[in-house]
């Protein structure tokens, strides 16, 4: 199956820096990559995400970047906000025996903005 | 619209008891999935539902049961609770024709004494 390794698992950045969360995943064949924000004692939400047929894709702040070859995608997030502070998760398609897909998550990464 | 709706949002078992969480979506989604969170662990897949009528095994399936009971629902189903099961249970659905993304349920923090 897909395994996804996400990088770091904590990030502190001031209000205005840039964040960029980095993951890895193992499966050649995965063509899709979504992002997932989720606030604290609130539910993963899909923020963006890029299919394998393009190498980036930007919405206002956030951006995503895939790098097939190297089997890498990572979110970009400029000029942070405090109300950017959650943790991020990514995901990659993984095969099933059954021949559905599902999604296997990284682990996350804890994103604090300081004013 | 209400997405992906989840019950209990909070529950405290003993070891040994059983229950269900159940999840229903109005979005007409053909596929179903449970997760559970836990801290450092990230969301890890525990059962799924391709579609009406199928259920499959994740990750993480031992000490679960499902039931797709219709289109629309997709129950969890603890049968002897163990204090490893402590977690955060999330339902999720997505069209998987026209949609790769996933909407999740608020989620279930369960708690197992």
């Known amino acids: 199956g897909e395994n996804v390794e996400q990088h770091p698992s904590t990030l502190s950045v001031q209000e205005g820096d840039s964040a960029v969360i980095k993951c890895t995943y193992s499966?050649?064949?995965?063509?899709?990559f979504p992002w997932y924000k989720q606030e604290l004692g609130k539910r993963p939400q899909l923020i963006i995400d890029?299919?394998?047929?393009?190498g980036e894709k930007k919405d206002q702040r956030i951006a995503v970047t895939l790098n097939k070859t190297a089997k890498h995608f990572s979110l970009h997030i400029t000029e942070t906000q405090p109300e950017d502070s959650a943790v991020y998760f990514c995901?990659?398609?993984?095969?099933?025996?059954?021949?559905?897909?599902?999604?296997?998550f990284g682990k996350g990464t804890m994103l604090l903005v300081s004013p | 619209n209400a997405g992906v709706t989840q019950t209990p949002k909070f529950q405290v078992l003993k070891t040994g008891q059983s229950m269900t969480l159940q999840c229903a979506q109005d979005?007409?989604?053909?596929?179903m999935y449970w997760y559970r969170q836990d801290p450092g662990m990230g969301l890890r897949l525990i059962y799924y539902?391709?579609?009406?009528?199928?259920?499959d095994k994740g990750e993480v399936p031992n000490g679960y049961n499902v039931s797709r009971l219709n289109k629309r629902e997709f129950s969890l189903r603890l049968e002897s609770a163990a204090p490893s099961q402590t977690s955060v249970y999330f339902c999720?659905?997505?069209?998987?024709?026209?949609?790769?993304?996933?909407?999740f349920g608020s989620g279930t923090r369960l708690t197992v004494v």
């Open positions: 890029i299919r394998s047929n393009v």
């Open positions: 995901a990659a398609p993984s095969l099933r025996a059954s021949g559905y897909s599902t999604l296997t």
């Open positions: 499966d050649s064949a995965s063509n899709y």
């Open positions: 999720a659905s997505r069209e998987p024709i026209t949609d790769y993304g996933y909407t």
């Open positions: 539902s391709a579609s009406e009528g199928t259920t």
């Open positions: 979005m007409n989604h053909n596929s």
